[in-house]
């Protein structure tokens, strides 16, 4: 009887015990899930911030070459005007020369 008593008593505590154990357990691996879910939040935001940073580099290279392209196209068309000058002038000097 004695050791019924004992066996009684002993169940839930061993029970409790197995209980506070799975409990720990599935905290635990809830704790390591959240960590990883975090560390890849965090690669995201850092491969996002990468990207950013990259897509501004590109960006003023971008402008930089449209800045180059528009004024070598505007030196091309100068030179184009003073050959259209300089033309124009030898026209008028030959003019000159047929009338007299």
Do not use: H, W
Not at 53 to 63: G, H, L, R
């Amino acid at each position: 009887m004695k050791y019924t008593k004992l066996i009684i008593i002993a169940f839930p505590l061993l029970f409790s015990v197995g209980c506070d154990q799975q409990k720990t357990a599935i905290e635990d691996r809830k704790d390591e899930t959240q960590n990883a879910i975090e560390d890849r939040k965090d690669g995201v935001e850092n491969a996002a911030e990468a990207a950013k940073d990259q897509a501004d580099s590109i960006a003023e290279i971008d402008k930089a070459n449209i800045e180059a392209n528009k004024e070598s196209i505007q030196a091309q068309l100068e030179a184009d005007k003073r050959k259209a000058e300089a033309a124009a002038e030898a026209e008028k000097a030959k003019v000159d020369a047929e009338n007299k």
